[in-house]
């Protein structure tokens, strides 16, 4: 009998274009886990109306997002693809996690703490180590909702509603994957052994792909400037245009080194698209211009893209068929979800539902 796999789940909310940092340094190694693990990969659109959403824009970005994401590589074939809101579990089980978490210890996660701060309120300690908020006045935008806070709990609830051994997590992810792997042992220790304790899943080989306006920050979607940013569906004039404009370094030797934090960068992005060492496109490089060097790296990035541009847009022009895959995805989610929570529902005390 062959051993079973174990499970790895990963989930992102529908928030618009994937970066190229996004695809480099998650999607791409979350397609390579597929022979290998059993995978779910989650759609969470609850976790998205913790920001007010029009409903419409949603619905559309939850479509996009899965047809980015198999355009990327993931196989509905392989892998459960599907939309948290149509599991049932995520929910129920947050809440049964959530009577056993101190809220205290929600109130001290960083990402809940950072999110309150943009919405105009200082969270601050008190001499008897609670949280208070402090009103900015003005500054304040809107009420800080109570989803934000329970956010941690809800994420636990994704993960361990598939008992899953390991979680793919970024660095500001890592407190929360800390949160469910307490409240797993918690659990357990209150109850009987009944959820895997997760652990972090990190890739072989990720390049870390920098902003490349400053290249000394990780690229992100939420950049003020839109062309340090390289999107997997922007246009390839787009593309060509924001690496052309790329900051570089002084001197003119193309070398990755930390003091041409932004040539080493346009050599990461090169070598991920072209397969070739670092070592080798310096080889190639040398004696040339940074501007010969970024026009050949526009074209290779552009040309790289082209598959999965098309890929997207064939997926985007046949709803009916990315609704087949989230349905099928959605019923191998539900089979395990349904297992693991009947059994956390026995533990707690609940009665059985009649059938």
């Known amino acids: ?29 979350w397609a390579t886990m597929q022979d290998d693990y059993e995978c779910y ?13 029009e409903p419409a824009d949603l619905r ?20 459960a693809l599907f939309v948290q809101s149509h599991v049932v579990g995520h929910a129920e089980l947050a809440w049964v996690l959530g009577c056993l978490t101190p809220i205290g210890e929600l109130q001290r996660m960083t990402q809940f703490k950072e999110k309150a701060a943009r919405l105009g309120f200082a969270v601050k300690d008190d001499a008897d180590g609670e949280l208070r908020f402090a009103h900015e006045g003005a500054k304040a935008q809107a009420s800080v909702n109570s989803g934000l806070l329970y956010y941690p709990v809800l994420m636990a609830a994704d993960i361990l509603l598939y008992n899953a051994h390991a979680v793919p997590v970024g660095e500001d992810q890592r407190q929360h994957l800390e949160l469910c792997r307490d409240v797993a042992q918690r659990f357990n220790s209150t109850f009987s052994p009944t959820f895997n304790i997760p652990d972090a899943y990190i890739p072989k080989v990720g390049a870390r792909i920098m902003s490349l306006q400053e290249p000394t920050k990780k690229m992100s ?11 997997l569906l922007d246009p390839p004039e787009r593309l060509a245009k924001k690496i052309n404009s790329a900051v570089t ?16 960068n346009l050599l990461s992005l090169f070598s ?22 970024k026009k050949d790296l526009a074209e290779l990035v552009v040309a790289s893209l082209a598959p999965v541009q098309a890929r997207y847009e064939e997926l985007m022009a046949d709803k009916a068929g990315l609704e087949q895959i989230l349905k099928a995805g959605a019923e191998k989610a539900q089979a395990r979800a349904y297992k693991v929570l009947s059994k956390v529902y026995r533990k707690v005390g609940f009665v059985d539902r009649v059938r």
């Open 1 to 29: 009998m062959s051993e079973e796999k174990r499970v790895i789940l990963t989930c992102a909310q529908p928030t618009g274009v994937l970066s190229l940092g996004n695809y480099i340094g998650a999607v791409k190694n």
């Open 41 to 53: 990969f989650g759609i969470v659109d609850m976790h998205a109306i913790t920001i007010r959403r």
């Open 60 to 79: 559309k970005a939850t479509y996009s997002c899965l047809a980015q994401y198999i355009a990327c590589g993931l196989d509905p074939a392989k892998s």
């Open 221 to 231: 979607k939420s950049d003020d400037n839109q062309n340090a940013v390289l999107y």
């Open 249 to 264: 370094d002084s001197g003119s030797e193309i070398v990755a080194s930390p003091e041409k934090p932004g040539v080493s």
């Open 272 to 293: 991920v698209f072209s397969g070739k060492s670092i070592p080798e496109i310096e080889k190639s490089y040398a004696g040339s211009s940074y501007a010969v060097f």
